[in-house]
């Protein structure tokens, strides 16, 4: 995908790049010397922009990219080293930082896509799984590595085992093992996979249909989503899903 020219906002970024076009935000990992791994600045910058397109009514859909031969290679390990001389209180404030930046990215309340080439590794999965959709390079590998670092995968978990399911996060969380984008398509973590030299054509007809659907029926289809998933059909349920239909036909979109 072509680079866009940075908008006023990102002008205070050092880690990433954030622009808009044609109504879509596009927010590149700007690390590439270090493969895109995140240290404390780029989790800031990274909640910030979210936060701040998020809120954008001039923006419609939210693109994530890395920069240089990776998207994102997890954790720097400068910064980890950095991290196991902090004391406890700081440890958990520090872990505070990159949960809120998982959280925001997967609350934006409009459509995301990842577009995933290279390395996805550690966090840079938990990142793809945060998205709505993803879209990958057939020559992109991926691996949860946390356990072989004498890590565990916290953090990015919930958005993880709810893209992949608990079996197969069973066998990934515990091996650290690298697969290809072919397995991470079977296993659900990728929506579709295509050759790099067609990954920036495959986003953009992805991008197609969310421009032209309704911001609010979006909106409130990620909200449905996550109200719905993993409850039992019951009463109550049923009665939820009667609710924000009627809400939504009732609102000045439905109407038109």
Known sequence: MA????????????TIDVAVRNRIGIVTLNRPEVHNAFNETLIAELTDAMRALGADDGVRVVVLAGSGPSFCAGADLNW???MAAYS??????DAKGLA?????????PKPTVARIHGAAYGGG?????????????????????????GLIPSTISPYVINAIGARQASRYFLTGERFEAAEAFRIGLAHDIVPIAQLDDRVNETLGPLLVAGPHAQRECKALIRAVAHRPID????ADTVRRIAAVRASPEGKE
């Open 88 to 93: 406890r209180a700081q440890n958990l404030a």
């Open 100 to 108: 809120v930046m998982l959280r925001t990215l997967h609350d934006v």
């Open 80 to 82: 980890m080293k950095k």
């Open 235 to 238: 009463d109550k349920l049923v």
């Open 3 to 14: 680079r866009k020219k940075a908008t006023p906002a990102a002008a205070g970024f050092t």
């Open 125 to 149: 999965v938990g990142l793809a799984a945060c998205c709505d959709i993803v879209i990958a390079a057939v020559e992109a590998t991926f691996s949860l590595s946390e356990a072989k670092l």
